[in-house]
């Protein structure tokens, strides 16, 4: 195994804070858990500079490129195919490029969203909401949908779909995962150093497995995802069987093996973090478009607790 220089992130932190400082909110009374705001106390960070690498990957890049966000690195450009100019950033494309958020590989961090394999015809959907509002992510998805041409979004959304999602999330049940605080620079969830653990409570937990290489945007270091003890057996009840009486079997639309059927996306193997964030969304029209109006039948009756256990349950699928 190679040796990667393994250099504390700060660069990245500090260009993706420029562009991550815009004031987020989340709609009045919802579970802040689920949206990623960042702590008023932040531990204190290192700069990272000079050259960066990973493991199993031949690139090397310049501490500076792996912060780009107009920039991103492709660390394993031979698992994709050639990415069009609005994934991987390229002189007149608007914003940001996909590939910076999302990855090279699509499957993003939990405060973005997982969008490899999706289907093409779901994506140009998605970002047509995004674009007139009906979808609402104000400080990042709306102004990139505003701002990319239909042209752009079809190439980004047939090279997203071309490509095989692999496992990205491990689910454990526990009610003391480890004390985190939200990173105002990455919008996840980082351990507090020396931290020891704390009660779950009703949340879902999301951490990188390694915060190093996900800062470094490394397509190969999954996340962990703490959830409830009990929450993957009650979810994947109310998933399967509509046990209790509140919910339709998702299986009908997204597949027998919620792998995604037609135009209707995948929900196997997200981030639950995310699939929570989507469901409170739709019960709560922040999520919604003509096609999403499925969803709000379906998410209408579920409780809180009903959602985290629903999002353990399908983060705790295979992808593929
Ligand atoms: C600055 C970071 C950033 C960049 C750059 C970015 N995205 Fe996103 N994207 C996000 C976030 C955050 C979300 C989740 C929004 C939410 O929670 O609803 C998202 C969600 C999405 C979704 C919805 C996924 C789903 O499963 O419903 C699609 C599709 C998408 N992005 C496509 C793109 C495309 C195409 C590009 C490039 C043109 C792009 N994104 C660039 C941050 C980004
Ligand atoms: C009647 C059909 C139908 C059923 C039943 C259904 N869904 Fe969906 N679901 C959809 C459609 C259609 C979309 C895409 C909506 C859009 O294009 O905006 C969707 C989208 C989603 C999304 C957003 C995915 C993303 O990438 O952002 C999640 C999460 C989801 N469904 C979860 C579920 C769960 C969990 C169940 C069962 C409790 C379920 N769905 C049952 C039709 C359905």
Redesign the pocket.
Known sequence: MSNPIRVLPLAFLLSVAA?AQVPQSIPNGLPTWAYNIPDKVQPPTVAATGAVRLPGSSQEYDATRVAS?SNPPDWFPDEHGPAPR??KGEAGVA????G???LMSGQ?HP?????AG?PVE??VR??KY?KDGA?K?DT??GP?AKA?SEE??RQ??EY?AAIKPIPWVKVIETSTPPKTYVSAAARHRLVVPGGGTEPIGHRIIETPVDPVRTANRDPHSPFLAYVPPGSIAKGGALVKTGSSGKTIQCAICHGDDLKGLGDV?RIAGLQPV?IA??LI?MQNGS?AGTAAALMKKVVSGLSEDDIISISAYLGSLSPQ
């Open positions: 562009a966000g609005v994934v914003l940001q490029a996909c910076a958020c999302h993003g405060e973005s969203a997982d969008i999706l779901y994506v998605q970002m995004f979808r992510d990042r998805m990139i990319t752009d979004v980004a959304a997203f996306p995310y964030r989507q969304g999520s």
